[in-house]
């Protein structure tokens, strides 16, 4: 929906796009921006999908308590979720693991690839915790089998056995692996399967928000001149140039 | 898992060690003190979880029986859940697991916890149930039986969306026949589960699932069900196409596409149809069991369906399938057989598409594909060869009877299954009437040996399509080849196949020796190899009030041999008019009046041919058929419905009235 119309003068010269733009003063903006209405109830709707779907379960909590605003999930599974993502922050995977089955235990059984995953951050930790032996058996038990169904996993079990080879694996071109990155991009894939198989969206709406209003800015910039919102944290206007 | 001890490196001693934990833990099972079987529940649990190879050692332990048993006699809820959960994941995508699992007895034992007061007992039971309804080892639910129909709708109508995924997952898994099918209808079984469609991701895929099922080809059920709400649900369906998770858009396409396949009449608009047709082409390169699935239900879709093979032609369709079959990764047996089939669809009327495809070098994976260790995914391939084989220019450029492509195929007639036997034939059928080369690779490798002997199998189609690429073979043959082929059939071999109990095989056969006796007139000799035996068959079978079709054929071959000498006429006419003979039994009369316009013209043609004035008996024979009857009828024919015959008549007429009209 848009917020207003532009005119376009019709016999602009081609040549001089910067003159073709209206240009609207912060005064006239301001009061089109005014003369729109939001929902109160639509903008703590919002802010608890946030927190829900980031799992801050006491802020959710509070909120709901002092907005009345009703989170669209049960509270009690945001802990449990988000005891699952602490988990493989951690590099606890195994617990992690046992969480997700007492959770649901059809996730990691529909799910090769994150399953895979988790077994493959396992591996990672038993390496950097320098248990070669340990690792190497792991690899041989539990992961070897799984590699052996799909091309795309034996390539990446591959990549990751190479660790164990090198002196330095902390400088190695697969040295990415050991990264804490790797972690959180595993946490972050555990947090969306069980996102997904509680039907709930695993983005929060917020970020699509703000994303829309920067794009919409850049398709106005080519018609306008006119005060941008440059600072999301702010939110605030600043005057167009001269 | 707990840590290895052992300070040895070798990887036999990992194997063995890992062997002794799982021996551990199995023991541990059968412990008499609650917390330690509780703890062996819960590890067993975590290890079989998404590992197969796990699976299967516990399942040669004896797991599951001794997991039943802690299912049927504790009390606790603990046990009970991760008993129930264990036994779900042995039941989950692995079929050995499924059958050890109803062979222990869990079935009832898991129906039971559903009315638990505990909700985690109630969920855990309810998933492993559907895990075993997804198999199609699963019991037969009785939907007849008016006490499971109740325990069925008290499942759909329960707040928790296991449970009554549960229902719709029995639905889609036991539903099988109309009876069936009418029988929920009737019960309001659609009402229940459009309701679901609002509900939770799994409750939106389990009906679209059972909704599925219980419309496939059943135009009253699909009536009701854009009936209700004035086609609201309709609609819904066609919404989720769009949705964000590939299963549902893959569930909801497969239930249009039955829909579709049902009654076409609620998808007037080509907007939809284009719009299923690419959604699915999208779907095609999701990597798991949706993509899957999505090629299986494209084939199903566009199958005998022009408008839609364009539009998915147009889509680019072709390509996108041939980058997904040249990605060099094992596809899944099941995606190959959609994806063939697929490309089959598309070749099947489309000489623009046959050529699109044959352009992109993918003969060569074609012809792996015909060694693919399963049979549907051979057969599919045959069918792709047999329809792209329609396309003229390509098969007279040779494309298919270079060695590297004949080879696999003819080695093909000695498979295993008959479906693959009945699509290679096809294709051989097909690919033999290439006449641009005058030698035959398909004959070189023995091929005309390997069609007889199909030709007597148990299987009537195999019979049938045999003789139609023998048919084929003999169009228009040299005489070598039809010499070479008659050696191995000889007269008394050629009588059983024209007396075969399968009149589609017998109206083979009869076209066979039809080509066979065309062209030269030497060829008229065949039928009266070993005294006339084949051409008395033939006046036989003729004389046996036969099917339609098998009786165009039969005239046919006495439309050639009455195209030869003067004795060939006088035995035509032998077999139209047998000596002692009941006046009621001239079968020619009958063909005349015969409603199929083709039956008339063959016969026509026959007389046309017996009296043609060239030959010195015409006028004898003319007057034979005049007094029969024949002529008089055909002045009634005069303005036959049919061109062809109208036309033929005129001929027979005019070739009348130069014997003199008495």
């Known amino acids: ?242 | 898992m707990p840590t290895s001890s052992s300070s040895s490196s070798s990887f036999s001693s990992a194997a063995s060690s890992s062997g002794n934990r799982q021996a551990d833990v199995f023991s541990r099972l059968a412990s008499s003190d609650p917390e330690v079987k509780l703890k062996a529940l819960r590890e067993v649990k975590n290890q079989i979880i998404g590992n197969r190879t796990k699976k299967l050692s516990f399942l040669k332990l004896g797991a599951v029986p001794a997991i039943a048993s802690a299912l049927s006699d504790s009390e606790c809820n603990s046990i009970l859940v991760q008993s129930a959960a264990a036994l779900g994941s042995f039941a989950c995508g692995f079929e050995a697991g499924v059958q050890a699992v109803l062979d222990a007895g869990v079935f009832p034992l898991l129906l039971r916890l559903l009315t638990s007061s505990d909700e985690k007992v109630v969920d855990a039971g309810a998933r492993s149930l559907r895990m075993i309804f997804q198999s199609n080892q699963a019991p037969k639910y009785d939907f007849l039986q008016e006490k499971n129909m109740k325990f069925l709708f008290s499942l759909l109508n329960s707040e928790n969306e296991n449970v009554s995924g549960l229902g719709a997952s029995i639905i889609a898994h036991a539903c099988g026949t109309t009876v069936q099918q009418q029988v929920l209808c009737d019960a309001g079984v659609l009402e229940k589960l459009v309701i679901l469609l609002d509900g939770s991701l799994s409750q939106r895929e389990a009906c679209l699932e059972s909704l599925a099922t219980v419309l496939k080809n059943n135009p009253e059920a699909v009536s009701r069900f854009v009936g209700l709400e004035a086609g609201r649900y309709l609609s819904s369906v066609t919404e989720l196409t769009k949705d964000r998770y590939p299963r549902t858009r893959l569930l909801s396409c497969l239930c249009l596409v039955v829909i579709y396949n049902t009654s076409p009449s609620y998808f007037l608009n080509m907007g939809t149809k284009s719009s299923l047709v690419t959604t699915l082409l999208e779907l095609l390169n999701d990597h798991g069991q949706s993509g899957d699935d999505a090629a299986l239900g494209l084939s199903s879709l566009i199958a005998e369906k022009e408008d839609l093979q364009k539009l998915a032609y147009e889509a680019n369709a072709i390509k996108n399938i041939v980058d997904i079959l040249k990605t060099g990764s094992e596809l899944h047996p099941k995606r190959l057989q959609g994806l063939f089939l697929s490309l089959a669809e598309l070749c099947s009327k489309l000489e623009d598409c046959r050529c699109s495809f044959l352009s992109l070098e993918m003969l060569d994976l074609l012809v792996n594909a015909l060694r693919h260790k399963n049979a549907d995914v051979r057969t599919a391939a045959c069918i792709c060869f047999r329809n792209a084989a329609r396309s003229v220019k390509n098969l007279s450029a040779g494309r298919f009877t270079n060695d590297h492509v004949m080879l696999p195929l003819v080695q093909l007639l000695h498979d295993p299954s008959s479906s693959v036997e009945v699509a290679v034939l096809g294709a051989l059928s097909n690919i033999v009437l290439d006449f641009s080369s005058p030698k035959s690779t398909f004959i070189e490798y023995g091929g005309i040996k390997q069609l007889i002997e199909l030709s007597k199998s148990m299987d009537p189609n195999a019979r049938c399509s045999a003789l139609r690429a023998l048919r084929n073979l003999m169009f228009l043959a040299d005489n070598k080849r039809k010499e070479l082929f008659y050696s191995e059939v000889k007269a008394q071999g050629f009588v059983s196949l024209i007396s075969d109990p399968e009149p589609t095989v017998q109206e083979q056969a009869l076209a066979l020796l039809r080509n066979l006796v065309d062209g030269c007139i030497n060829s008229i000799e065949f039928v009266f190899d070993e005294d006339g035996l084949i051409l008395d068959t033939v006046g036989k079978q003729l004389r046996k009030s036969p099917q339609a079709h098998m009786a165009i054929q039969g005239m046919y071959v006495l439309t050639n041999v009455a195209s030869g000498t003067e004795l060939h006429k006088e035995a035509v006419m032998q077999q139209l008019f047998p000596q002692p003979q009941a006046e009621s039994n001239n079968f020619m009369l009958k063909f005349l009046q015969s409603h199929e316009s083709q039956l008339r013209s063959a016969t026509v043609w026959t007389i046309i041919n017996l009296i043609s004035p060239s030959s010195p008996g015409a006028h004898d024979r003319h007057v034979k058929l005049r007094d029969e009857g024949i002529i008089p009828q055909l002045k009634n024919m005069v303005n036959d419905a049919c061109l062809d015959v109208k036309i033929r008549i005129r001929t027979v007429l005019s070739q009348s009235m130069s014997f003199g009209d008495n």
């Open chain 1, 1 to 242: 929906m848009s917020l207003f119309r532009i005119f376009i003068n019709q016999d602009d010269d081609d040549d001089d796009m910067a003159t073709s733009k209206k240009v609207i003063t912060r005064e006239e903006w301001e009061k089109k921006l005014n003369a729109v209405k939001l929902r109160k109830q639509d903008m703590n709707t919002l802010v608890m999908n946030f927190l829900v779907t980031e799992g801050y379960v006491d802020a959710a909590a509070k909120f709901q308590t002092e907005s009345a605003t009703k989170p669209e999930i049960d509270l009690a599974t945001i802990t449990d979720r988000m005891a699952v993502k602490k988990a493989v922050q951690n590099g606890h995977v195994e617990d992690a693991i046992e969480k997700v089955n007492d959770l649901n235990p059809e996730i990691l059984d529909t799910n090769p690839e994150l399953f895979f995953h988790l077994q493959q951050q396992r591996l990672i930790e038993l390496i950097r915790q320098g248990k070669t032996e340990e690792a190497l058996e792991f690899a041989q038990e539990e992961l070897a089998p799984r590699g052996e169904e799909n091309q795309a996993f034996l390539q990446e079990l591959e990549k990751t056995v190479a660790l164990l080879v090198f002196e330095d694996a902390s400088n190695s071109p697969v040295k990415d692996l050991l990264d804490i990155s790797h972690r959180l991009k595993t946490a972050s894939e555990v947090n969306a399967a069980i996102l997904t198989s509680q039907s709930h969206e695993k983005d929060p709406k917020l970020p699509s928000l703000l994303k829309m209003l920067i794009w919409a800015q850049n398709q106005l910039d080519e018609k306008a001149v006119y005060p941008h919102i440059n600072d999301l944290s702010t939110g605030q206007l600043q005057d167009p140039p001269e």
